[in-house]
């Protein structure tokens, strides 16, 4: 099955990176060096290539190197079943965040028609346990790569909620200034629901069609205050909202919980491992139903992920990225790491000299 894959990478005052370039051929490839020699920072630029604000979720100035503060410039060609696309992103010292497709400007939301890219960064380790906005955020990363239109709902409606909650601070009664931004609100909300709801069905069939050794995590969708009518619950409840300064209803309040099929379990409840088991079930699952439907898979982006599973689980992960056919890229501080992908993957070593990014294929 053909890939979707970076094959030139090339990075310009970009955290640590003064100047960085790479070059892959589409097999999965293992980034290596110690601590501080900006791998991370490698997989961070390429999350810029899709929309948002990457996997730290950064501000547009915490990417600049420093102590320069110049400004940062990504510049990556993709490969994939529909030919070649060359993108750009990067901004000028204190400016907005820019992206060009093709040599033409082009917004953020743009890039997930072009590009599907995946992350688990050790970050979201702490997902099942964490406060729900960090569950939503990862729902909507999945749900973003099936339906790239679902970036345009979701900014709608925190748009919308935002110009709403303004009124509610300011104790504005008048009923015709709320009329269009929840008329506005709904519609959008319609549309994310559909759209989350959907990403759920998708991610359940992939797993359960999947030979794997990694569990399958069933995923629910809840509300803390669900509706059937949004409409009239955003106007009934205007005044409780002005007290609290916010709305209290809608998808924005939404939350994902996981169990452990087999066992029965919620994720929350399960061990650290297999926390990190069920995270990685999902994001394969993930890949596995987007292959399916672009017959191509996707980037993905795996964070010191082979540190913390054992051999033969390393091995069966190793092995389910090759039957994909997807491009791979991780991070690791020792080649061992990676020993199971033996040929099928390239490895580049990482070392800072002179204050200078170094990226050496060894394999």
Known sequence: MP?????????????????????????????????GAGKTNILEAISLMSPGRGLRRAAVEEFSR??????????????????????????E????????????????????RITRILWLVPA????????????????????????????EAVLGYEKAMRDRNRLLKDQVQ????????????????????????????????????????FPSAALTLTNPEPVEDFATALAQGRRRDMAAARTLIGP?????????????????????????????????????????????????LLDEVAAHLDTTRRAALYDEICTLGAQAIMTGTE????GGLGPRAQVFALSETDNHSRIEEIA
């Open 3 to 35: 890939s979707l894959a970076i094959i030139d990478l090339s990075l310009s005052h970009f955290r640590s990176h003064r100047t960085a370039s790479v070059a892959f051929d589409g097999r999965p490839v293992a980034l290596i060096g110690p601590n």
């Open 335 to 338: 080649a061992l790491l990676f």
């Open 252 to 300: 924005h309040r939404a939350d994902m919980s996981g169990v452990f099929a087999d066992k029965g379990i919620g994720a929350d409840q399960c061990s650290t491992g297999e926390q990190k088991a069920l995270l990685i079930s999902l994001i394969l699952a993930n890949a596995r139903a987007l292959a399916a439907d672009l017959g191509a898979a996707p980037i993905l």
């Open 124 to 151: 979201m380790d702490r997902l099942w346990i964490e406060a729900a906005e960090g569950r939503r955020r990862f729902l909507d990363r999945m749900t973003l790569s099936f339906v790239p239109d679902h970036a």
């Open 66 to 91: 420093k102590p320069e503060g110049l400004g940062w410039k990504i510049k990556a060609e993709f490969r994939g079943p529909d030919g070649g696309h060359e993108v750009e992103t990067g901004a």
């Open 93 to 112: 010292a204190g400016q907005a965040r820019q992206v060009r497709i093709d040599g033409k400007a082009a917004t953020q939301v743009a890039l997930a």
């Open 174 to 213: 008048d009923a015709h200034w709320y009329k269009a931004l929840e008329s506005r609100m709904v519609e959008t909300a319609a549309l994310i629901e559909a759209n989350r709801a959907e990403t759920l069905r998708r991610l359940a069939a992939a797993q359960a069609g999947a030979e794997t050794a």
